[in-house]
């Protein structure tokens, strides 16, 4: 029997993760699997009937992980698991960025210490706090580029600080991804003529 489980999730959970070469994995015996790279450690917990090994993978370390049953959660978490170990090694390897921008007549960001600091149309400035592990730099007065090791913590913080203000349709005034297409609705003409 070849459920939607077993061949969607369980191929992604099978492959290899190829190991760079300043990247390191400990697994213990409850899988709890650490992984430690230049820019830093990340930790995982992984539950479920799901071995980690370590093997080899066209001539390069590698991590495996392995579903020790076919039961539609095992394989489930087989390629979740999977895809969360794949980010830890890239977040602690290169890491992870995401570019929020501003858009609004005289809005503009920057960082103070560990706050950013927001004028974007309200009637104060709007002080963030940055949570440790990321960073924000300032390209210019109108983005921000946050970055991380965890792909989760980068993507939920930069979805936050959207959310501080959504942009309006008629004009884009607003907070939005920087590679974002932002849908835009045409102002309504109230010329004669027109019904």
Known sequence: ?????????????????????????????????TVTGPKGKLEQQITGNISVTRGEHEGKNAIILVANDELADTNAKHGLYRALLHNMVVGVSQGFTKSVSVNGVGFKVQVQGNKIVMN???????????????????PSATEMVISGIS????GQFAADIKAIKKVEPYHGYGIYYTNEH???KEIKKTS???K
């Open 1 to 33: 029997m070849y459920g939607k489980e077993e061949i969607g999730m369980s191929r992604i959970g099978k492959t290899p993760i190829v190991l760079p070469e300043n990247v390191t994995v400990d697994v213990s015996d409850t899988n709890y699997v």
């Open 120 to 138: 974007i149309g309200f009637s104060h400035p709007v002080n963030v706090e940055i949570p440790a592990g990321l960073t924000v730099t300032c």
């Open 151 to 154: 792909k989760e913590q980068v």
């Open 182 to 184: 932002v849908r835009r």
């Open 192 to 194: 004669s003529g027109k």
